[in-house]
């Protein structure tokens, strides 16, 4: 594709974020392209979470900006819940659910957030849409194989299968941008695969993704563009099989993983 063609959905440049005297982000820039799956990856403590925090409006960065679409996250006074509202979903590193609600009810209310702005909605017009919201969860459920537990309490949940539910959480609300921060972290080797499943399932409908991963077999099969990040910079970026043999990736993770 050529470069005009591109349609970029998410630009970040020249990011800087410090935490008292820690530059956890030095001068970041990242285009993320419409449809592709682009992985960040890099030893624990490089910065990755928190550059997504900053994409999200959980973190503000000091200097440099970010664009998503036609909208500016950083110049004006945007909040999670606003950047949320823009189109960006995001599963948390640590899931983020309600334990105490059935799965179902946990899918259905970030859709109820998303249309209605905020949890104290109108409930007339939240009446009109709850059966089909409803119906959308509980398929979004079966496709993720936990529709028999779909009124069972989601505190219950293995890990895996509450990052699973997080996902569902996120896909309820048809995000232009989702961000996956180590999706199958803690997860066993088949709740890995199943989640690998998904996600490409996902990569099929051209939704856009940026996904945190430690796990190399989860990068190279979802990945199209690979971002590693070493101690708050980017040191390379480029296509799997390039970034497969980069010496200074090599170097960044010797010890730490295997590429
Ligand atoms: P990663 O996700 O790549 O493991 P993080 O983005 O979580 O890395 O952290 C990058 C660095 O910033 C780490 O040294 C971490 O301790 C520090 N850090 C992250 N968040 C905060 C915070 N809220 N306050 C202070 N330091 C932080
Ligand atoms: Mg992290």
New binding site residues.
């Given amino acids: 594709m050529s470069e005009t063609s591109r349609n970029i959905v998410l630009s970040i440049r020249g990011v800087n974020k410090t935490?008292?005297g820690?530059k956890?982000l030095s001068n970041i820039d990242l285009e993320i392209e419409e449809g592709k799956t682009h992985a960040i990856i890099?030893?624990?403590?490089?910065?990755?979470?928190?550059?997504l925090?900053t994409c999200i409006g959980r973190?503000r960065p000091d200097s440099g900006s970010i664009r998503f679409l036609d909208h500016d996250l950083t110049g004006g006074d945007m909040r999670p819940h606003d950047i949320n509202q823009l189109g960006i979903s995001r599963v948390f590193?640590t899931p983020e659910i309600f334990p105490e609600l059935s799965l179902l009810n946990n899918v259905m209310i970030p859709a109820f957030a998303h249309k209605e702005g905020t949890f104290r909605f109108n409930p007339f017009s939240a009446l009109r849409n709850e059966k089909a919201i409803e119906e959308e969860a509980m398929s979004l459920l079966e496709d993720f194989g936990m529709a028999d537990q779909a009124h069972h309490h989601a505190g219950n949940l293995s890990r895996g299968n509450k990052r699973r539910l997080e996902l569902a959480m996120c896909l309820i609300q048809h995000p232009k941008l989702l961000l996956l921060?180590e999706p199958t972290a803690g997860m066993a080797r088949h709740d890995t695969n199943r989640t690998i499943e998904l996600l490409k399932k996902i990569k099929q409908s051209g939704m856009t993704k940026v996904i945190?991963e430690h796990d190399m077999h989860v990068v190279f099969s979802l990945a199209d563009r690979i971002s590693v990040?070493a101690q708050?910079a980017i040191i390379a970026e480029g296509e799997p099989n390039e970034i497969k043999g980069h010496p200074k990736v090599r170097e960044a993770y010797l010890g730490s993983a295997e590429i």
Avoid: V
């Fill in positions: 935490f008292g820690l956890a890099g030893p624990n403590g490089a910065g990755k979470s928190t550059l925090n973190i590193q921060d945190i990040l708050g």
